[in-house]
């Protein structure tokens, strides 16, 4: 697996990511919420980005369980990783690739084959969400 950053992944994730790696469709892994936030206790759940090269949908949400764990596992479809690196201006929080933009900005990743990096990079480089209220979060 190539690691964006090191991170100290449980048992049952770090198993549940080794199987990922293995499936060619898994482009990438991103780790949000309280794992990547260092915030991890003894009742937290797992929270994935799981980037699937798939055309559609967008992106979905599934739950399942993991190691006596809820785990939450965002699944994006890999191209919308094209589409980030293609804006040229902040996206509008109602727009399709906002919740995609928002996941990589503050999210640890754990496996990336797909571009998951350039577009994580490229987004908090750039400020791609733009602030609730000002003018150029209705530019996109």
């Excluded at 890999?78 to 900005?105: E, M, N, S, Y």
């Excluded at 084959?113 to 577009?119: E, F, I, M, T, Y």
Aim: net charge negative; proline share 5%; with cysteine.
């Amino acid at each position: 697996m190539k690691m964006h950053r090191e991170v100290s992944l449980p048992g049952p994730l770090h198993d549940a990511i080794e199987r990922l790696s293995r499936h060619n469709q898994a482009l990438g892994v991103l780790l949000i919420g309280s794992l990547a936030a260092g915030a991890f206790t003894r009742v937290s759940d797992y929270d994935l980005v799981v980037v699937v090269d798939m055309e559609e949908p967008l992106w979905y949400v599934g739950v399942t369980e993991r190691g006596g764990r809820f785990a939450d596992i965002v699944v994006v479809a890999g191209h919308a990783l094209a589409q980030i690196q293609a804006l040229d201006a902040p996206v509008a929080h109602g727009h399709a690739l906002a919740p995609v933009l928002r996941w990589p900005l503050d999210g640890v990743i754990v496996l990336d084959r797909g571009g998951l990096c350039a577009a994580q990079e490229y987004a908090r480089a750039r400020g791609m969400v733009a602030p609730a209220g000002s003018e150029s979060a209705y530019r996109a």
